[in-house]
């Protein structure tokens, strides 16, 4: 069995709008319809309930540009848990190994 991890994405609605963050791991994409989001008087309330998820392009929403040319943006933070600088030297090792796998132009 291959297990996909999901990102959570976003749910809209006409004033505002909320990050999703899921931690769990789901088999197949469908299966995320059936994670349960809430309880109503005892009984759960589930993705599928409430709307849907599906597998899609995301719509563009930002852009990234370096020296007018298209790019890739990244942040990173820490948490207290973490030391910052050990945090931005393992990015930057990781950044130079995705260099190396990366077309010269």
Known sequence: MRILSLPGGRIETKTKEYTVRIKGEFARIPDFNDLIISYYKGAPVRVRDIGRAEDGMEEKRSLSRFNSIPAVGMAFRSNRETNTVEVANRVKK????????????
Not at 95 to 101: A, G, Q
Request: proline share 17%.
């Open 94 to 105: 990781e950044v130079e190994k995705i260099n190396k796998t990366l077309p010269p132009e």
